[in-house]
C-alpha cells in the first residue's frame, strides 16, 4: 500500500470521527489527484470540502477552491472555475493565472486568455506553463496580428525555459519562421534523452516525429515506422493524417495504406485541443471494434461502443447500468436499464448518438473510417422507450432466477408474467394500464389457486384462495370504498364462511364464528388492540386474557388455564397456516379455539 492510500485511508477515518471538518476530504482529494484517480472522484470529495456548513482546521480553503477550479477547467466546465477564481480573496498565484488562461481558451475567449497570457508571462517568467499553454493552443486558434504577437513574445524567451523545460522547443517550431532554428529545435528535443520526459512524452513524440517530417530530418518511411510504432499505446488522429499529407512517394504511399488496411492498434483524439485525450478507438483490421468517449474529461466514459467489423452492436452509457442493444445501427433492437430490459417493437426506434467519419485527408486510395460523437447524443428519456417497446423483462440481484415479463402496447402494459427459474408461478391481466386480475401458484404446484381482483384505479378489491382446485375458496379478503376490510375463512368447503373478521376504517375489530354447539353467531369486539366483548346469538359474556399466554378465554378462565393454554398454542404453531379453528380434547376438556387477527380465543364446552 503506497503513502497515498495510507493517507487517504487516516482521511477516512477521521471524516467519520468529525464529518465538520473540511480537511479530511480535502485530504481525500489531494491523495486521489496523487495517485491519477478519475477526475470526477476527486472533484467528489473537493466539493464536499467546500460546504460552507464545514470549517477548515490545518489547510486553506482557499487551496481547495483552486484544486476545484483546476478540475472544472479541465471538465469542460470553464464558467464554473472563472466564477470560483473570482471568488479567491487572498494573493495571486501562479495556479490562478494558469487555471484562468485555460479556461478563457475552452471557452472560446480568445482575445482576453491572449491578455491574461502576456500579462502571466510577465508576473511569472520561469513559470514554463504559460508559454507551453500558448504554444499549444495557438496552434489550433488560427493566426491574426495578437496570435503572431503572442507567440513571438514567447520565441523571444525561449532560452529562459531551455534547461526547464524542453519540450517547449517542439511547441515552438510551428511559430518560429527561420528554417534553421526549426531544425535546431527539433534535434534539440528529439536528442534530449528520456530522462526528463513527462507523461505526456508519447504524444510529444509523436508530434516531434510529424515536425521531423515536415522539416525534413526524417524520411517518409521512418517517420511511417516510427508513428506506428505507437500503435498499442495509441496514436493521435491529428499526427496519422499529417503523416498521409506529407507521405508522397507511391511507395510509402501503398506502405502506408497497407499499415491502415490492417491496423488492429488504437486511435486516440483530443477533439477540444486542451491536451487532454477524450477520445479511444480500438481497431481490429482495420475496422473500429470499440470506441470509448468521454467529452467531460472527468475520467468516467459517456458512451463505449462496442462494434462488428466496424459497425455499432452495443453502446453502454456512463452509468453502466444502461446497455442500448442495437438490431442493425441506429435501430435499437432492446435498452438494458437494470433492473429493466426493454425489448423494442421491430425498427420502431433509432438513435445514433455516434456517427462514422471518413477521414478525407487520408489517402484517398482507401476508406478508414473513424467515430465522431453525433452533435445531438444525449440519450432519450425511458418515458420514450417505453413508448416503443413490446415488452420489458425486469430481474433483480437478490433473486436472479426470477424474471417479470411485461407486455406493453402504446407504452402500457397489457399482461404480465413472473417466472421463477423458468416456471409461471404469476400472471396479471390490464385494462387502459391498470390491473385487472392476478393469478398466482404460490406453492409451485402448476395449479393458479390464488386469484387477486383490483379495482378500476388498480387498488384491490378481493383476493381468493382455492387450494384444492375445487372452485371453492377456503380464504378470502375484502377489500371496501371506506377503507376496512374482511378476511373469511370457509374451514369445511361448503361455500358459506365458518369465520370471519373484519376490521373498519378506524381500527375497530371483529371477529365472528358459528358456536359449533349451539349454531348461534360469535361476535368478538376488539378496540385499541384489546378484545372487549362478547356477543353469542343476543347474549354478552366477558372475554378474559390468560394470566401468562397470549390467550383470550370466551366466558370464564377455568381451572389448569396455564396447561391447558400451551398445549393449544403448541398445537397451532404445529398446525398448517391455514388452520384457523379446531375443537380439540384436552385433559378430559372439549377445548374448540379459533386464531384469527393476531389473537387465539378458546371456549371450553
Given at each position: ?160 525555459w531551455e534547461k526547464l523545460d524542453r519540450e517547449l522547443f517542439l511547441y515552438a517550431v510551428r511559430f ?35 515536425i521531423a517530417l515536415e522539416n525534413g530530418t526524417l524520411t517518409e518511411k521512418e517517420a511511417i515506422d ?48 486542451d491536451g487532454i485525450t477524450d477520445t479511444f478507438i480500438s481497431y481490429e483490421l482495420g475496422r473500429p ?317
Open positions: 500500500m503506497s503513502k497515498w492510500d495510507l493517507a487517504s485511508n487516516e482521511a477516512r477515518t477521521g471524516a467519520s470521527f468529525d464529518p465538520r471538518l473540511a480537511d479530511f476530504s480535502y485530504v481525500e482529494a489531494l491523495c486521489l489527484t496523487a495517485i491519477g484517480a478519475a477526475r470526477a472522484d476527486i472533484l467528489e470529495q473537493l466539493e464536499l470540502s467546500l460546504n460552507p456548513d464545514l470549517f477548515w482546521r490545518r489547510y486553506n480553503n482557499n487551496d481547495a477552491v483552486r484544486l476545484t477550479a483546476r478540475l472544472y477547467a479541465e471538465t469542460c466546465r470553464y464558467d464554473e472555475a472563472l466564477a470560483l477564481l473570482d471568488s479567491i480573496t487572498d494573493m495571486p498565484t501562479a495556479d490562478a493565472d494558469y487555471i484562468r488562461i485555460f479556461s478563457l481558451y475552452g471557452a472560446g475567449r480568445i482575445s482576453e486568455a491572449r491578455d491574461a497570457a502576456v500579462f502571466a508571462l510577465d508576473r511569472w517568467p520561469f513559470d514554463c506553463r504559460f508559454p507551453r499553454i500558448v504554444l499549444q493552443r495557438e496552434n489550433s486558434t488560427g493566426e491574426d496580428a495578437s496570435a503572431s504577437e503572442l507567440t513571438a513574445l514567447v520565441l523571444s524567451r525561449l532560452h529562459i518560429e519562421p527561420d528554417p534553421k532554428n526549426r531544425e535546431r529545435y527539433i534535434r534539440m528535443y528529439r536528442g534530449m534523452g528520456n530522462s526528463d520526459l513527462n507523461n505526456s512524452a508519447q504524444r510529444l513524440l509523436q508530434l516531434s516525429c510529424i516510427e508513428l506506428f510504432s505507437y500503435e498499442n499505446d495509441g496514436i493521435e488522429i491529428s499526427n496519422l493524417v499529417a503523416l498521409s499529407s506529407l507521405t508522397g512517394s507511391r511507395e510509402n504511399r501503398e506502405y502506408l495504406a497497407s499499415l491502415l488496411d490492417n491496423y488492429s492498434g488504437i486511435l486516440i483524439d483530443d477533439t477540444n485541443n471494434k470499440q470506441v470509448v468517449f468521454d467529452p467531460d474529461q472527468d475520467g468516467y466514459p459517456d458512451y463505449t461502443v462496442n462494434c462488428d467489423y466496424g459497425t455499432p452492436v452495443e453502446i453502454t452509457l456512463r452509468n453502466k447500468e444502461v446497455l442500448i442493444s442495437y438490431d442493425l445501427y441506429p435501430v435499437i433492437e432492446s435498452v438494458k436499464n437494470t433492473p429493466r430490459e426493454y425489448i423494442l417493437n421491430p425498427g420502431a426506434f433509432s438513435w445514433n448518438p455516434v456517427s462514422w467519419t471518413r477521414i478525407e485527408e487520408l489517402l484517398p486510395e482507401i476508406t478508414f473510417y473513424i467515430f465522431r460523437l453525433s452533435e445531438q447524443h444525449a440519450f432519450p428519456g425511458e418515458e420514450e422507450i417505453i413508448q416503443r417497446s413490446a415488452f420489458y423483462l425486469e430481474t433483480e440481484k437478490a433473486s436472479p432466477d426470477s424474471e417479470l415479463r411485461v407486455v406493453l402496447e402504446k407504452g402500457m402494459p397489457v399482461l404480465s408474467e413472473f417466472r421463477e427459474t423458468g416456471m409461471l408461478v404469476s400472471w396479471t391481466s390490464f385494462a387502459n394500464g391498470m390491473p385487472v386480475l392476478t393469478k398466482e401458484d404460490r406453492n409451485n404446484d402448476g395449479y393458479f389457486e390464488t386469484t387477486i381482483i383490483f379495482n378500476r384505479d388498480g387498488s384491490i378489491s378481493s383476493i381468493q384462495i382455492d387450494q384444492n382446485a375445487n372452485r371453492i375458496n377456503e380464504y378470502e379478503e375484502f377489500y371496501y370504498p371506506d377503507g376496512s376490510f374482511s378476511i373469511h375463512w370457509d374451514t369445511d368447503e361448503d361455500g358459506t364462511a365458518d369465520i370471519i373478521w373484519r376490521k373498519d376504517a378506524l381500527g375497530r375489530e371483529q371477529t365472528e364464528w358459528v358456536h359449533p354447539s349451539t349454531g348461534l353467531p360469535v361476535v368478538v369486539t376488539v378496540e385499541n388492540g384489546i378484545p372487549v366483548s362478547v356477543l353469542s346469538g343476543s347474549s354478552y359474556f366477558p372475554v378474559v386474557k390468560d394470566p401468562k399466554e397470549h390467550l383470550w378465554w370466551l366466558g370464564n378462565i377455568p381451572e389448569n388455564s396455564s396447561d391447558l393454554s400451551k398445549k393449544l398454542i403448541d398445537f397451532f404453531n404445529r398446525s398448517a397456516a391455514s388452520v384457523v379453528s379446531i375443537t380439540v380434547k384436552i385433559d378430559e376438556k372439549i377445548v374448540y379455539a379459533v386464531s384469527t387477527g393476531g389473537f387465539l380465543y378458546a371456549e371450553i364446552f
